[in-house]
Structure formats: structure tokens, C-alpha cells
């Protein structure tokens, strides 16, 4: 049985022909891939590979050269949280603190009960005039409070359950979200010495 559905794969091989280069298209297909699965798998991997017509091992180095892809389970939505300079100064170590215990873990390695979430702290994502901020599905979340935090959960909570609606775009002085730049490396917390 393949690990991706076909829809994901018949996306996968049209994206070559969108790029000068076809192996550019390795990123956004393992991205397709990581959107279905939640992680990558050994077997997507495989299958990005023979979709992309690419050698598998160079497909896995991406995957593992790049710390946006996860190799492991970590919940469908998880938190990068900045805890750099301007972040921490403007408090991403209480929102760091609120997102654990709203999601109910203590470490960047423990999936919340229902499976939904999980977090990490990063290094600096580029968009301190907005901290304290952070990603979360492929968007960036700027001027964080805790609120802000819960309307987030609740939001994919609720997606989850088909009950309410997506939110869309919100204004990014209400603590607003934009995408990411694009190709950006989420940057992770170096673990401290000793
Ligand atoms: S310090 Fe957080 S985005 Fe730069």
C-alpha cells in the first residue's frame, strides 16, 4: 500500500515542470508529502524519489539536511517558537510557557494527548520588529500573547473536528499571520553545553 494517497502523488509529479531545474521540485514535494503524513516516512521518501525520478539517497538528504522536515512524529501542528534576542525580550519565554501548558507536554519531544500538537524553540526567524512571533503550519504569527495562543489551538482543534471554519487571514496588528518567506530553514534552539 503506497504512503502517500494519489492525489498527492500526481501533485508531486507535475511540479518538475514548474522549475528550470526538475530536482528543485524536491522541496515542495516532500513538503506535500509531510503536509499528508504529519512526518516523513522512509516510504515517502521512496516515493518522492520515483515520482521525482531522483536517486532516493539525494532525496533523503534533503529531508534530513533541512529542519523544517521531520523525520519522526511530532504532531500535525507544531509550534516554533522564537526565543531569540528580541523574542525573549518581549516575552517568547512566557509564551513558550503558555504553549506547553496548553497543549499539556513539557519537552519539545512529547505530542500532545490527541495527537495535534507538539513545540520547539528556535533561533532567530527573521521578523524581530514582530516579536515575539513565531511559525505554525507554514505561517508566521506575530505580536503573540498567550489569547492569542489558546485562538490558535482552538482554531485547529477545531478544524480537526469539522466544526468550525478555518480562520483566514488576520490582521497583523491583532497579532496577525503571513507566510514565511519563502525557502525559509526554521533555525532550531542550540541545545545548551553541559
Ligand atoms: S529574535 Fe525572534 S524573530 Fe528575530
Redesign the pocket.
Known sequence: MSALSAHVLEEIRELPAKYPQPRSAVMPALDLAQEELGHLTRDAMSEVAVALQLDPGYVEGVATFYSLFQLEPIGKHRFYV?T?????LRG?NEIVDHVKQAIGVTQPEQISADGLFSYEEVE?????EF???MRLDHRYHYDLTPSRIDELIAERRGREKDVLPASGEVARSAGGEVPPPKKTRTPRKKKADG
Open positions: 522564537c531569540n534576542l528580541s523574542c525573549m517568547a532567530c526567524l527573521g521578523a524581530c516579536a515575539p512571533m
